[in-house]
């Protein structure tokens, strides 16, 4: 049982996460290609996505058992984390004992292959390749079915508003799902061990994952920023035909396939790098189709150290939103 305890200043810095969390899906999505509960859910993914897995998962896998402890520093709490690769980037920067701690920690349950030793040292080729290897994973398990997640996550967090608005904190702390309950001043969680969490002033964030399976999952290290990840409710058969989708691209079809995949990018904001990436095509090509979404007033970029991150604009949600909405509608 987890058990989060709140202050009466807790209830009031409740939040909401704004969109999927890169880290925890991959980490997530890890976990559960591992497992073969939730095949309603997840069967059709896992058949259409392990022949496709790159070799990556290799190295990913040893770090996120099934079940079990898994180590706090593959899902950082702190930092830029509103790319893929500011996410990675904050990852590769956890200090040195951290890695120790965690890494011993987490071979006190299991045998870790020997690359780990590296890892724990904060070797910087070992990092690198951790680094190359969440990237990769995410091109290939997770980027086809990205707009889905985004779709699906979206959709649960207005519902969790809509409680928010309708009853009070104490409403969305209680509508978490059927292994939640509130018990004022205590939420319970059922979860494989027992675990205290005293939030002590410092909030609590709600992060809906598409990829966290069956129950609600928190960080092992309670002093971390708390948050408490939980399952949503995910489209009928979401992942049977990614390329069946493809043909239904309605969005595809007005402004360009690429810019529509680079504008579902932007929606919590994608850097020219990691859109490259995800795309599968050169920088320059991201900085034309990312002028022909800006001057349609779709996107906005900025530049922050360095680096030019694109965001979608109030007109490029809505239009995004109104391909989700097409979506869900029966043909």
Not at 140 to 154: F, S
Not at 262 to 270: E, P
Request: glycine share 8%; charged share 25%.
């Amino acid at each position: 049982m987890l058990r989060i305890h709140f202050t009466p200043e807790d209830l009031t810095r409740v939040t909401v996460a704004r969109g999927p969390d890169f880290l925890w899906e991959i980490t997530n999505s890890v976990q559960t290609l591992q497992r073969s509960d939730g095949e309603r859910v997840f069967g059709a993914w896992r058949r259409w996505v392990r022949p496709r897995l790159p070799e990556s998962r290799l190295l990913l896998s040893p770090l996120l058992p099934a079940y079990g402890y898994s180590p706090d520093f593959l899902t950082p709490t702190s930092g830029d984390r509103s790319t893929l690769q500011a996410a990675v980037d904050t990852l590769l920067g956890t200090e040195r004992p951290r890695l120790r701690a965690e890494l011993a920690r987490l071979a006190r349950s299991r045998r870790l292959p020997g690359w780990t030793r590296a890892l724990a040292e904060g070797d910087k080729e070992t990092l690198g390749r951790l680094g190359e290897a969440l990237h990769a994973y995410q091109a290939e398990a997770l980027v086809p079915h990205w707009h889905q997640v985004r779709a699906d996550i979206d959709a649960d967090r207005a519902r969790r508003m809509e409680s928010l608005m309708d009853g009070g904190t104490e409403a969305l702390l209680a509508g978490l799902g059927p292994g939640v309950r509130w018990r004022p001043p205590v939420l319970e969680v059922d979860y494989p061990v027992d675990q205290q969490l005293r939030l002590r002033g410092r909030g609590l964030l709600l992060q809906p994952s598409f990829f966290c399976w069956p129950a609600p999952t928190t960080l092992a290290d309670a002093e971390l920023s708390p948050v408490l990840v939980h399952p949503i409710r995910h489209t009928p058969d979401w992942a049977s035909s990614p390329a069946g989708r493809r043909d239904h691209d309605s969005l595809g079809q007005l402004v360009g396939r690429t810019r529509a995949a680079l504008l579902r990018a932007t929606r919590t904001g994608c850097s020219t790098v990691e859109a490259a990436r995800l795309l599968q095509v050169t920088h320059p090509a991201v900085s034309q189709h990312a002028n022909v979404l800006r001057a349609a007033g779709l996107i906005t970029t900025v530049r922050t150290a360095g680096r030019a991150v694109h965001l979608a604009t109030a007109e490029g949600r809505a239009l995004l939103a109104a391909e989700n909405r097409g979506r869900r509608e029966p043909m």
